[in-house]
């Protein structure tokens, strides 16, 4: 715990590191790297040389700061924080490494106002703050691991199907190499997967887009421009391949009640929406499906959708394309905007979107200029949680 004189001096000095909180973080990383290259493999390069991963940082550290003395406002975050550790598998020494660099980096920004006391309180809040995130995702590993069919740390799965959804999408099925159970999931989470690239270790997090079966699980990759792992796994993995996966991770589930589903979802952001909409049907609640894509070559699942939809009258399925093939028998044409979303918004909703970060921010403007409260609009984002602005 912090001493309140310590707490008075990060209050005290919060403005000054928040002015300077960018270049702090953009004097951490490569620092971090070049000191303690081993944890590189955990970052996502392509967030770094985007400024994301910095820029996320920042926004953190004068959240931290700013609520200092009233941390129960930053319980969300920290829970998010918590899930994406556990899907990376951080460990304690870890969080040495974070805490030596930064406070290093403070330091050269800050110059001479780090004064001792200065520095003793930075330090303090950092590892009060540090050791509230090794306890919660100590218990999280903890609770994984004592599930059936769980597991600790980094386990061994072979790809034992692998199938284009689309031209860009690729669906992988994995099933684990020592023959056991798979722990559940809740629909809606995500796999991390580690995996070596000509000799470089790296860490990516895709989402479950099948239902749990307790044998298998099902990732669903989009082909990116220049991406490093989804090019990997597209064009280098093939079925009887291996990889090493961590347990099942994230907070983008389904609440407890009796609302209403809107399913919003651009391009592989279809992937978390496919076993929601199972279990939300499952749980009695109606479903509104709204999937946005360029055409119909780029659409995967659709005869999935389309045969739960059959089997569900409490589903309804839209289908929006921005330029449709002269082939392609979209319900909408052009961009989801307000009016119509307004036309699919049913009373009393709940709204869970997922696409490309231009896409929710649009939808997610859309859904509360339309009067949908916050608590009521969910959202899954890969990467350093930006604002949707």
């Known amino acids: 715990m912090l001493t309140p004189a310590q707490t008075a001096i990060i209050k005290a000095t919060a403005p000054v590191v928040a002015a300077h909180a960018n270049q702090i973080t953009a004097t951490f990383y490569p620092l971090m790297f070049e000191r303690f290259p081993e944890v590189r493999a955990v970052f996502n390069q392509s967030h770094q040389r985007a400024g994301a991963q910095p820029q996320a940082l920042a926004n953190a550290i004068i959240a931290y700061a700013s609520n200092i003395d009233r941390l129960e406002v930053l ?7 918590v899930q994406k550790h556990v899907s990376l598998n951080i460990t304690a020494d870890q969080y ?8 290093d980096a403070i330091g050269r920004v800050l110059g001479d106002a780090v004064t001792a006391e200065v520095a003793d309180a930075w330090g303090a809040a950092y590892w009060q703050l ?10 999280e590993y903890s609770r994984k ?7 600790r740390g980094a386990r061994r799965f072979r790809v034992v199907e692998k199938t284009p959804e689309s031209a860009v999408i690729t669906s992988f099925r994995l099933a684990p190499v020592d023959g056991g159970r798979v722990m559940d999931f809740r629909p809606g989470q995500y796999l991390g997967l580690k995996l070596t690239i000509d ?5 990516r997090n895709y989402s479950l887009s099948a239902s749990p079966n307790g044998e298998t699980y099902r990732i669903s990759v989009k082909r990116e421009d220049h991406g490093l792992v989804s090019g990997f796994l597209h064009d280098r993995v093939r079925v009887g ?3 090493e996966v961590y347990p099942p991770a994230g907070e983008f589930v389904l609440t407890d009640s009796a609302a209403p589903v809107l399913l919003i979802t651009g391009g592989v952001g279809q992937t978390p929406a496919l076993p929601l909409a199972e279990q939300a049907l499952a749980a009695g609640r109606r479903v509104i499906y709204v999937h946005a894509a360029i055409n119909g070559a780029v659409h995967a699942f659709r005869d999935q959708v389309d045969a739960l939809a059959a089997r569900h009258e409490a589903l309804k399925t839209v289908y929006c394309y921005a330029e449709p093939d002269a082939h392609d028998t979209p319900d909408l044409v052009g961009l989801l905007d307000q009016q119509a979303l307004a036309a699919l918004l049913p009373p009393g909703a709940e709204a869970y979107v997922v696409g490309p970060k231009p896409f929710m921010a649009a939808v997610i403007g859309a859904l509360t200029a339309l009067g949908l409260p916050s608590g009521a609009i969910f959202h899954e984002f890969f990467g350093p949680k930006e604002a949707l602005a």
């Open 75 to 81: 319980g969300s975050a920290v829970a998010g924080i």
């Open 130 to 139: 540090a050791r509230l995130l090794i306890a919660a995702e100590e218990a």
């Open 241 to 243: 391949d291996e990889i």
């Open 199 to 203: 000799g470089e270790t790296v860490h």
């Open 145 to 151: 691991a004592a599930l059936t069919g769980g597991w």
């Open 96 to 103: 040495e490494i974070v805490g030596t660099c930064l406070m």
